[in-house]
Every structure is written in structure tokens, then in C-alpha cells.
């Protein structure tokens, strides 16, 4: 049932951070710059690609097929299918069979490129956007040229949650506050994981406009970008969660640590599920009855 606008609004609201909080300026958890010379050592790079049912599955085999994924920098690129791959217990790699299995949306989310490494998430969709359906969502395990505000390259280790997905719009006045939608949308899913799983929730905040706080500290941001083609906004959404790196400051299940005794982690497999169920709700009310008021 889609969410009122009088309660997306007090959802705003409440995860605001105070006054104090916005004045303050904290580096994303074991986040880098990196050197020129450590930005120039690339290698070349896998894209795994998965659906969740047999149309998006048949779009994958198509796209392998005629090779149409690029890299913005023309680098080494392999392309291949998740039905391909062996099985793999390492639980450093992003699992994309759990995360179908746990996703339940209509278009957001069902179209899945995994890589273990990539430059950018956010190139990647940005670049090949008129490739990919709308909805399409990349997710990576490391990120060494990440894209953020003030064109900042920066490097996310293992244990963060990034990913970029594609959306469209028509109004461009409403499209630079798409970005509070998709900050809402995780802190609403990370309290959904933890709802699922008897868990207490973690007191997120956003710090207005695109940053992700978790006591004091910054454990995400969000970046949205946009080109206009043929009456229509195409844009590329970009997310990047801290969830199990406590180095050098903090992160999601470090704090779950210690408000309870269960022995349980937030998986990012979860959370992305729980991100567009909650994200693909929140979209359809803010593009329904958001910019009216």
C-alpha cells in the first residue's frame, strides 16, 4: 500500500540529524583519496550478470551476446553470466542468489551486474545506460575511482555496499530531490533488515543533502547524476554503505554489536533487497504527490 505523503514527510523529519550535527564534516570509514599512480593501476575487469526471472535472465544472455557493456575508459572488460560461475563460499563476495532470493519488487533491482572489482559502480550504469533497463542496478565489492561530490575519486574496501541503479524521469524539477528519496529509502530498509531479524535498529541519520550518519559518524553517502534525452531525465543513482568495515571509524554491524547479544551481521545482500522494496514505494508516493506541495 503506497506510504501517504503526510508520513514520507515526518519519515523526513525524524531522521534528520540536529542543527549541530549539519555543521559537521566527517570522512567516510575507511574511504580513501587515492594517488595518481595507484589511480592509473587498473586491471581488467569481470561483469557477472544475473535476472531475476527468466526476462530479465534473457536479457543478460542477449547482452553478453553482442557485447555491448564499455567501460567510460575503454578498459579490459569480461562479461558473463551468473549461471557460469562456480559457487562460491567466500562471504567477502557479494552473493547473488541470496539477494534474488530475498528481493520482492516489480522493476527496481531485478537486473543485477556484480563485479568482485571496478572502477566505478556509477560508471558503469551512467555509461551504459541506454544498454540497461530502467530499474538496472550494479554492485561491486571493492571500488577503486568512485565517484563523489566535487568530482572526489575515492577507494571503498571490502565489507562497504556499493552499488549505482538507473532510473528515468520527465519533471526536471523534481529531479535534484530524488536524492532525499533514495537516502530515506536506506535508512528505511536498514530498519526493515533489522525488524526482520528481531534486532534493535540502528539510529541512522541523513545529513542533508546526500550524507549517511550512524552515532556522529559518516557511514554513507549517495550521489545522483542525470543527462536529458528525448523529453526524459536519465539517472544514475549511486550508493555507497559502510556495513561491516570498522576501520578506521565505525560501521553498521559494529554498532549492532553493541546494542545486542546476537550473534547476527547485517548481510548487504539484505539490505540492497530491503533498499528497493522500500526505494520502488517511496518513488512511486514522491512522484505521485511529493512535488505537488
Avoid at 581488467?44 to 526476462?55: A, N
Wanted: charged share 20%; glycine share 6%; with cysteine.
Amino acid at each position: 500500500m503506497p506510504m501517504p505523503f503526510t508520513s514520507f514527510l515526518r519519515l523526513l523529519i525524524s531522521i534528520s540529524p540536529s542543527p549541530l550535527l549539519n555543521s559537521l564534516s566527517y570522512p567516510l570509514p575507511k574511504i580513501r583519496k587515492l594517488s595518481v599512480s595507484a589511480m592509473e593501476n587498473s586491471s581488467s575487469s569481470l561483469l557477472v550478470l544475473c535476472g531475476k526471472s527468466s526476462t530479465e535472465n534473457e536479457f543478460a544472455q542477449s547482452l553478453k551476446s553482442n557485447n555491448n557493456l564499455k567501460l567510460p575508459d575503454n578498459g579490459g572488460l569480461s562479461i558473463i553470466l551468473s549461471s557460469e560461475m562456480e559457487k562460491s563460499c567466500d562471504e567477502e563476495s557479494f552473493r547473488t542468489e541470496l539477494y534474488m532470493t530475498s528481493l520482492s519488487t516489480d522493476r527496481f533491482g531485478r537486473f543485477l551486474i556484480w563485479a568482485p572489482r571496478l572502477p566505478s559502480t556509477h560508471d558503469v550504469v551512467s555509461h551504459n545506460f541506454c544498454e540497461l533497463p530502467i530499474g538496472a542496478v550494479c554492485v561491486t565489492d571493492v571500488q577503486f575511482k568512485g565517484r563523489g561530490r566535487s568530482k572526489n575519486i575515492w577507494e571503498s574496501p571490502v565489507g562497504c555496499l556499493l552499488f549505482s541503479f538507473t532510473l528515468q524521469m520527465e519533471d526536471g524539477r523534481v529531479v535534484p530531490l530524488l536524492q532525499y528519496v533514495v537516502s530515506l529509502a536506506v535508512t528505511e530498509a536498514i530498519k526493515d533488515v533489522c525488524d526482520a531479524n528481531g534486532l534493535p535498529h540502528l539510529d541512522i541519520k541523513i545529513k542533508w543533502p546526500n550524507d549517511l550518519y550512524l552515532h556522529g559518524l559518516k557511514v554513507g553517502g549517495i550521489l545522483c547524476t542525470s543527462t536529458y534525452k528525448s523529453t526524459k531525465f536519465n539517472v544514475s543513482a549511486g550508493i555507497g554503505l559502510n556495513v561491516d568495515n570498522e576501520k578506521p571509524t565505525t560501521c553498521l554491524n559494529s554498532v549492532l554489536q553493541e546494542l545486542t547479544s546476537v550473534a547476527y551481521r547485517l548481510r548487504r545482500e539484505d539490505i540492497l533487497a530491503a533498499f528497493f522494496r522500500r526505494f520502488e514505494n517511496l518513488f512511486g508516493v514522491f512522484l505521485n504527490q511529493g512535488w505537488c506541495l
